[in-house]
């Protein structure tokens, strides 16, 4: 799932090349459900799942799918995918902070610890790229990643708030991907300057295929399922190779340069956010666990 997750970044750099962003972003959430409607009708699963349960996955959907996603799409449109892929690693640390803000989890000198090798990993990013903050598109791109980071840390906390018992989630993805889907579609016809689809290569619609079968409907069962079957920390191990696995792909296929100062930087940011998160056990399996009793 890990390796999935990498090429997401790439997938999005791929589409957004000759497609509007929030068109990438609407039809890999709209085919998404598309992909799920005949799995569900052939289980008999397709049904309403009422109105609290709806009212949760609309919520989930506008934080995650429509805001989380469908921004960072836009950004992508003015940063690197590489850029854009180290970024996000940061989530994992604006989710613990907003956590310790409502009492969720405490604050600790590991905690300080994490904190600051994330400020350090920033500050080496921008090291030699400071003038690229004089480009008012780049810093539309950085601000909308941003907002798109936050929206993912308050959905994830949501989640964690509300204790959501998925019972089909086949089901609840359904709602999540048809409502961003249809949500980010009329935003694609309201925002984008220019709709010639002539103009969309083959590539680029590829690249939306593969997000939505792979990057949305495997990439998110895959998550939901591993925090059944895992603990959540063991779970957010994943997001650190993901990290990884996007930056050499994003230099490999799209040729982008990784210097010495980035490479220092993902490490800082990677070891922040592991300092952050790691438990006692968080590297042990269950099944491990289990014969080892």
Not at 193 to 222: M, Q
Not at 251 to 280: D, M, Q
């Amino acid at each position: 799932m890990a390796i999935v997750w990498g090429t997401t970044f790439l997938g999005i750099k791929i589409g957004v090349e000759t497609v509007p962003p929030w068109f990438v972003a609407g039809l890999r959430q709209f085919l998404a459900s598309l992909v799920l409607l005949p799995i569900l009708i052939y289980t008999k699963n397709l049904k309403w799942i009422g109105w609290r349960n709806f009212r949760i996955q609309i919520t989930l959907s506008s934080l995650m799918l429509v805001g989380a996603n469908g921004l960072t799409t836009v950004a992508e449109e003015n940063l690197t995918s590489s850029l854009t892929s180290l970024i996000s690693a940061l989530s994992p640390i604006f989710i613990f902070v907003a956590s310790m803000a409502i009492g969720m989890e405490k604050f600790t000198y590991r905690t300080m610890a994490g904190l600051l090798m994330g400020f350090f990993g920033v500050l080496f990013i921008f090291w030699d790229g400071i003038n690229d903050l004089m480009n008012p598109s780049y810093r539309l791109g950085l601000l909308i990643l941003i907002i798109a980071i936050m929206s993912w840390g308050l959905g994830t906390i949501y989640t964690k708030k509300i204790n959501v018992k998925n019972n089909n989630l086949f089901l609840n993805l359904f709602y999540q991907f048809a409502f961003a889907g249809i949500i980010q579609l009329i935003f694609a016809f309201s925002f984008s300057e220019t709709i010639d689809i002539s103009a969309w290569s083959v590539k680029s619609v590829s690249a939306i295929i593969y997000l939505a079968v792979f990057g949305s409907v495997l990439a998110f069962f895959s998550y939901h399922y591993l925090l059944r079957t895992l603990l959540p920390t063991q779970v957010s191990i994943l997001s650190y190779v993901n990290t990884i696995i996007s930056i050499f792909l994003s230099w490999l296929i799209l040729g982008e340069t990784i210097s010495t100062k980035f490479i220092i930087a993902t490490a800082c940011i990677i070891s922040g956010v592991f300092i952050i998160n790691y438990k006692p056990g968080m590297l042990k399996f269950r099944l491990m666990q289990k014969y080892l009793k």
